[in-house]
């Protein structure tokens, strides 16, 4: 499984959208500052995730979330 995850920071309005294939792995190297993009706002939470079966779908879905129009979707109807 694939997964498309937001993050949000604990010490901002920071909100960080991903993806990966191990979530678990992932949210502990965004807390431990190994990710260029998040280091300035951890720690974080995770907020919402979601699950798909191919590696591609997250990754164009992920970009989607990244948009204009998919980050106004995430916030009016995931968070």
């Known amino acids: 499984m694939w997964y498309v ?8 309005k920071f909100k960080y ?3 990966t294939n ?3 792995r992932r949210l502990k190297e965004h807390n431990n500052g190994l990710c260029q993009a998040t ?3 951890k720690p974080f939470a995770l907020w919402a995730y979601i699950a798909v079966s ?5 990754i164009n879905l992920e970009d989607y979330f990244k948009t204009g129009s998919g980050s106004a979707f ?3 109807r995931l968070l």
């Not at 995850?5 to 901002?12: D, G, H, P, R």
């Not at 191919?54 to 997250?58: G, L, P, S």
Request: net charge positive.
């Open 22 to 24: 191990n979530i678990y």
């Open 74 to 76: 995430v916030s009016k």
């Open 17 to 19: 959208t991903g993806s």
């Open 39 to 41: 280091k300035h706002y």
């Open 5 to 12: 995850y937001i993050l949000k920071s604990k010490v901002s």
């Open 54 to 58: 191919d590696k591609n779908i997250a």
